[in-house]
């Protein structure tokens, strides 16, 4: 079995999981650190693992461009290039068809971009997708999706929806006769239209991919907006199968969505943060440069057990990021990751241990911060 | 004892020694790798460690500026404050009398500075480098020193030489009153004159300092005058005290001194050089970027045990150069530090097997690189 459902809070969707690959499992719900280009950026693999990173996320469109799949092909796999022996999940390219949208024209038959790089142009394809996470070798590969930027009119969602499927379709048949090692996961896309939505979920379900992602949120949304479509949908996403919230990411949209039965995440927010001095803790974000941390000699988070905590002061890392040091960008992410990885184990252990709601109260309680 | 001579090639000047710190003890000839704002850039304390760094440089200037004293005064010591719980030497702050001597103004009594930073003026005595440093708590202190920058006519140098001698007999007498725990070290000057460095070291010598540095070299001369004063000048320094040579540091340099007597290295090349994308490898350096390496599998140095060479093929490092990921520099950093801290332990093993010159000879026949 790929997925297995291992737990289950019953006073709400909160469910624990089990997910097997050919690279080794991993326990849901749980956070997939975020590493585009290859590298979860400040971090080793080493200090990955340390942190207690059981996935990582990559994307096809930037490995493609940079190094390119001639480079890759060269390592059998992308493990073996960046020295990380877990599973990988690549993302498609489909998020970079709206972020790079100025330099992407999307036709029935794929996307044609122009290089943020270098700008020159080459056309993906659902299959040509596939092919190049067959090159990669990545254990859970995403279909190449599409959805308007926010805020759409219903047109624009209806024909997004319906690239959507087409691709997929076509991706799901090319994955299938081509690899028969790692899975492969459908996106549902929909907009702000709880009845789209829907749509995307049945056409997609009947497909039987591996596993389903809830696509287009954390775009621009409001945060209620956020809520009502997720509610709904994600208990609706096969039980049997993974479901993941792509590129949502604060704590509190996470114990949102895991009340609402996900199982996966992926978001540049502990990363990103990281590099720019905002660091989270159990009693909420620290802002490292504010002055009241210029003497502070009590380690970033009491209750976290991180390199960084066990062995350094605010003061010291307020000095790092004062001097912008690469050292703050390694020490902060080292925090910033370790303390999402932790989350989530406590949120497996609270679910099996049926008191998902307890620790969200109790979580939220303590989590002020600057 | 301080220092200890533990072994000697007769057919030349190399020796190995120890020393003892109150924070551990460290086998000479070594290179410090140099840590300036209390932090060898790209490292963690750990790595800095694995690689075999038994002591680090820090530098009195920058870390009095930044964080400034009120800051390590809470911690006891730099060492407690950057979590590096072995010795550590710093540079007095002579080196950015040169290095930023458009904003200093120097006199019989001190210098006066505008900060770099911020542009605010203050005044270090020798003395007051003496202070910072005991609440550094560095293990060895340098003294305040002063050399006129490249090229300099004899009288330039004969009166940085005479400020020199002044300045470090004050610092000595007040280094003797305040410190009990730490070692304190002299700086020899005089410039490219040999009867100035002759004169500078016998007037220094009769202070009894617990090391000796050569100071003023790798500042802009040819390869020739560096070797012209050194060979002369280093064996000379006191025989029963580590000799220090200050910022030069290609391996050729130090094989140089080495073989002149010089116990101690510091440069920023492996650490500069490895964020920069050039990599020392017991073939000669590599230049990453270079397109040879594109799909190169090999290790950057199949003799090397580093973490970066363990784990790492040159492709993917040269990927991470290209897309100037954080993890370029970490790696390659740790791999050149690594390097150059290997290079120092065969060279005390070359030493100690009186088989110095051989492995100078062969290390120089496979050092040819890009």
Chains 1, 2 share one sequence.
Request: with cysteine; charged share 25%.
């Amino acid at each position: 079995m790929f997925f297995t459902q291992t737990g289950l809070d019953p006073r709400c969707q909160a469910r624990t999981g089990r997910i097997e690959t050919k690279n080794g499992g991993i326990d849901t719900p749980i956070f997939m650190p975020v590493g585009t280009a290859g590298t979860v950026k400040a971090l080793t693999p080493q200090q990955l693992a340390e942190a207690g990173a059981q996935i990582i996320l990559a994307n096809t469109y930037h490995l493609f461009l940079r190094p390119g799949t001639d480079v890759i092909k060269e390592f059998a796999s992308l493990h073996r290039f960046m020295a990380w022996d877990k599973p990988i999940l690549t993302d498609s390219g489909g998020f970079q068809i709206f972020s790079l949208r100025a330099n992407a024209k999307v036709d029935d038959q794929g996307v044609r971009f122009k290089s943020h790089l270098d700008g020159s142009s080459f056309f993906l394809s659902p299959e040509a997708v596939v092919d190049i996470q067959n090159v990669l070798d990545s254990d859970i590969q995403m279909v190449l999706d599409h959805f308007a930027p926010y805020p759409a009119v219903r047109d624009q969602d209806e024909k997004a929806l319906r690239l959507t499927s087409h691709w997929a379709a076509r991706a799901r048949e090319h994955f299938l006769r081509t690899n028969r090692r790692n899975f492969q996961f459908a996106i549902v896309q929909g907009g702000l239209h709880a009845d789209l939505r829907e749509k995307s979920l049945r056409e997609l379900s009947a497909m039987d991919f591996d596993g389903y992602a809830i696509g287009g949120l954390s775009v621009g949304e409001t945060l209620e907006e956020f809520k009502q479509i997720l509610q709904p949908l994600a208990p609706r996403l096969p039980a049997d199968r993974p479901r993941y919230l792509m590129g949502s990411g604060t704590p509190e949209d996470i114990l949102f969505a895991v009340e609402n039965g996900v199982d996966m995440f992926d978001c540049v927010l502990p990363s990103r943060n990281a590099r720019n001095g905002t660091l989270f803790t159990s009693r909420g974000r620290v802002i490292i440069k504010n002055e009241k941390y210029k003497c502070d000699p009590q380690p970033l988070d009491g209750d976290c057990r991180c390199y960084t905590c066990r062995n350094f002061p605010r003061a010291y890392l307020r000095h790092l990021f004062m001097s912008r040091e690469i050292l703050a960008s390694i020490l902060n992410t080292i925090h910033n990751i370790h303390f999402y990885l932790d989350f989530m184990a406590k949120i497996r252990y609270a679910v099996q241990s049926l008191k998902f709601i307890e620790f969200k109260e109790d979580f939220l309680a303590l989590y002020k911060g600057d």
